[in-house]
């Protein structure tokens, strides 16, 4: 399986955080998955067989065409068989903001199809992506274009949201939210209201995600020494404390999720 991110226009890097293509010529074997887990949100379009996907407890539905998912607290869990085509575009948190006309709190752990949300609008994008363009380059040449004018459309400055957002990413979610509210010049409650209305999840949810994603990222060169001090280091109160949190992601504890010995139906498990 071959996952490549591309990166997005100048213009546009502070609204999405990539392009991406998920290829496979050969088709899978049964019961294959990935897991994303995403904070702001994307959408897709798929350019092959179709594909199940289920997030949140919610049941399987099948992604024929394209893929609109928002900003997840969660994993969502993509079913391969098959063969595999997929193009899509992942959104900086809060970057969807300025390009789906839905608010992004309405789409948390949502997924559907493109075109059931747009209607008419969106059988124009699905169409140029899918059938149009000739290749990934072309596709993203296109997206660039086209989402740089709803960006000139529909953009409106949040400042204090922005510098929240800058703090969070470049601290890895290891800060206290009564502090970033300080640091951005906004009560606690004022930072959780639009927070919401332009991220969609709240600033702690976004700071328990990236802890998360930080300590596989810690660990996904070599096992850890000890537990402790990759709690610590990636801005977890203690042990315990990060083992919730992967229990909550993951439904296992980190030892077992990366233990050589681990035997799992999904043959693929990965979490971008």
Known sequence: MFY????PHPSLTNYILCYWTLSLSTGLAPKTALHFLTEGGGFSFNLSDPLDCIAFGQSFSTVRRSCLCGPLTIPMRVQLNGKINIFGVRFQPGG??????YPPGELI???????????KHSLYLIDKIRDRCRNTKDRI????????????????????????????????????????????????RQLERRFKERVGISPKQLCRNLRF?????????????????????CGYYDQAHMIRDFKHFTST??????????????VVTAIF
């Open 109 to 119: 752990n949502f997924h559907g199809e493109i075109d059931d949300l747009w209607g």
């Open 4 to 7: 490549q991110e591309y990166q």
């Open 141 to 188: 040449d296109f997206l660039n274009h086209y989402l740089h004018q709803c960006l000139n459309d529909r953009h409106k400055e949040v400042p204090a949201i922005d510098l929240a957002l800058n703090v969070i990413d470049k601290v890895k979610g290891q800060v206290n939210i009564h502090g970033l509210s300080k640091v951005v010049g906004l009560s606690t």
């Open 253 to 266: 504890s980190p030892g077992a999720y990366f233990s050589p010995w681990r035997h799992s139906p999904e």
């Open 96 to 101: 969807s903001y300025y390009f789906i006309p």
């Open 213 to 233: 994603k930080n300590v596989l990222k810690h660990l996904s060169g070599s096992p850890a020494d000890s537990w402790s001090d990759v709690a610590l280091s």
